[in-house]
């Protein structure tokens, strides 16, 4: 391990992996080292070590494997969760991959088997948000239940262990992240007024909005 050595956008990239690993933790969506993020670059994935808090790690700690998961960059061990990341990069156009255990997001992965429709940002996702069954972290079986869970979407559930999404980039893994969990705290925060029950919307509905997102944002 760690006789490679890296060039300048796999530095470059690895600082921005590095800067989302402390905005998770800045922005709640982390505790301490519970969390973990990628990059992929060509066939290297660039992947938070095991461990490790975000705030000590320096340029000189990039960590890298192949698609394999065999180590070819540093001498940290990589997450221990590298088997759900390596899962999404084998199996989508995934550029990056956000894991958190976010507290709103992991509660709702405790009560129902889906996020319900109360908010149309569930279409940035690819459609209502599943939760894909309990297995012991950093196992392939977890890996495998997230996969089926993210038929169709970038983002899911893990039921009693947090959340997974990803992006093209890190910001759009991070910002589908952090929609998510605010989704499901929006969720928790409608369903706990007594005597009411939170509107929900159907299918055709997001749906719609779907098709209007694709044409959300600037235009070069």
């Not at 495998?144 to 993210?150: D, H, I, K, S, Y």
């Amino acid at each position: 391990m760690g006789e490679q050595r890296w060039d300048a956008e796999q530095e470059r990239i690895w600082a921005e992996l590095v800067a989302t690993a402390r905005r998770s933790v800045a922005d709640g969506l982390v505790v301490g080292t519970s969390g973990n993020v990628s990059a992929r670059v060509g066939d290297l994935v660039l992947v938070t070590p095991s461990g490790v808090p975000y705030d000590r790690l320096t340029p000189d700690d990039i960590t890298g494997v192949d698609l394999t998961g065999r180590q070819v960059l540093g001498a940290l061990v990589p997450t221990s969760e590298l088997p759900m990341h390596l899962a999404v990069y084998r199996t989508t156009d995934a550029r990056a991959v956000v894991h958190t255990h976010a507290v709103h997001a992991t509660a709702v992965s405790t009560l129902v088997p889906e996020l319900p429709l109360v908010h149309y940002m569930a279409a940035a996702l690819g459609g209502p948000v599943r939760v894909a069954p309990y297995a012991t972290y950093g196992t392939d079986e977890l890996a495998e239940n997230m996969l089926r869970a993210l038929d169709g979407r970038s983002g899911c559930l893990l039921q009693n262990h947090g959340t997974i999404a990803y992006g093209a980039s890190l910001d759009q893994a991070y910002d589908r992240t952090a929609q998510l969990e605010w989704m499901c705290r929006l969720w928790l925060t409608a369903s706990s007024v007594p005597g009411l029950t939170p509107t929900l919307l159907t299918e055709a509905q997001l749906a719609e909005t779907g098709e209007r997102l694709k044409g959300y944002g600037q235009r070069r």
